[in-house]
Nanobody, 124 residues
Framework: VQVVESGGGAVQAGGSLRLSCTLSGVRFVDYAMGWYRQTPGAEREGISCIAWNGDSTHYIDSVKGRFTISRDNAKNTLYLEMNDLKPEDTAMYYC??????????????????WGQGTQVTVSS
C-alpha cells in the first residue's frame, strides 16, 4: 500500500496551494480520508476529513472557510485546496486513510495508513 502526498511548497500569506494524495494498493472507495498537519515539537493535528463517497466532510474551526477537502474516486486521489494561507498554517501536511469515517471525525492518530508528508511554508 502506498500513500503519496504532493503539492506542498512555499507561499506568501494570502496565497493558495492545492495538496494531492494518492492511495494505491487498496480500494480507494473503501476508505475515508483525512488531512493532518504537524509542526516541530507539536502533536499531529487533524484538520479535515471526508467520507468515502465525498458526501460528508468536516473541518476544524481554524481552517473552515479557507480550506476545501475533496476526492476523485476515479483517480484514487484526495485533495486539499488551501486559500488565504496564514503563517500559522506552516506545517508538514499528512494524508491519512482509514476504513472508519468515525475514526477520522475524531481525528484519531491510529489510522490504517499514513503518507510521508508534504511541507507547506507560509511567509508573512
Amino acid at each position: 500500500v502506498q500513500v503519496v502526498e504532493s503539492g506542498g511548497g512555499a507561499v506568501q500569506a494570502g496565497g493558495s496551494l492545492r495538496l494531492s494524495c494518492t492511495l494505491s494498493g487498496v480500494r480507494f472507495v473503501d476508505y475515508a480520508m483525512g488531512w493532518y498537519r504537524q509542526t516541530p515539537g507539536a502533536e499531529r493535528e487533524g484538520i479535515s476529513c471526508i467520507a468515502w463517497n465525498g458526501d460528508s466532510t468536516h473541518y476544524i474551526d481554524s481552517v473552515k472557510g479557507r480550506f476545501t477537502i475533496s476526492r476523485d474516486n476515479a483517480k484514487n486521489t484526495l485533495y486539499l485546496e488551501m486559500n488565504d494561507l496564514k503563517p500559522e498554517d506552516t506545517a508538514m501536511y499528512y494524508c491519512a486513510a482509514d476504513r472508519s469515517f468515525g475514526k477520522l471525525l475524531r481525528y484519531s492518530k491510529n489510522v490504517d495508513y499514513w503518507g510521508q508528508g508534504t511541507q507547506v511554508t507560509v511567509s508573512s
